[in-house]
């Protein structure tokens, strides 16, 4: 079983950065690829950026050059680098993650979310 546990949203004024932390905790064998999905009011959750165990990232078309992804295998973290924000981003966050069991299963797990808010 695999734990997130998600840390870094808040209150940010238009132009204004945040980084958002997720770091995997429980039993497992291995994390592989990890990501950020969003949820706003009203809308459905959409993918934000993801990131696999060898580093190669991608990005949604809203958040290219202003978004950075990147992790720690060590650790089994991943992060989210948010520069630029507009009111647009605002939303709860949620991390997510590809992780086999000790079994070898594949299985997918996501955070509690965390809430992002961009004021313009």
């Known amino acids: 079983q695999v734990q997130l546990v998600e840390s870094g949203g808040g209150l940010v004024q238009a132009g204004g950065s945040l980084r958002l932390s997720c770091a995997a905790s429980g039993s497992f064998f291995r994390v592989d690829t990890m990501g950020w999905y969003r949820q706003a009011p009203g809308k459905q959750r959409e993918l934000v950026a993801v990131?696999?165990?060898?580093?190669?990232?991608m990005y949604a078309d809203s958040v290219k050059g202003r978004f950075t992804i990147s992790r720690d295998n060590a650790k089994n973290a991943v992060y989210l680098e948010m520069d630029s924000l507009v009111p647009d981003d605002t939303a709860v966050y949620y991390c997510n993650a590809d992780a086999y069991s000790m079994s070898l299963i594949r299985d997918e797990y996501w955070g509690q979310g965390t809430q992002v808010t961009v004021s313009s």
């Open positions: 990131i696999g165990s060898g580093g190669s990232a």
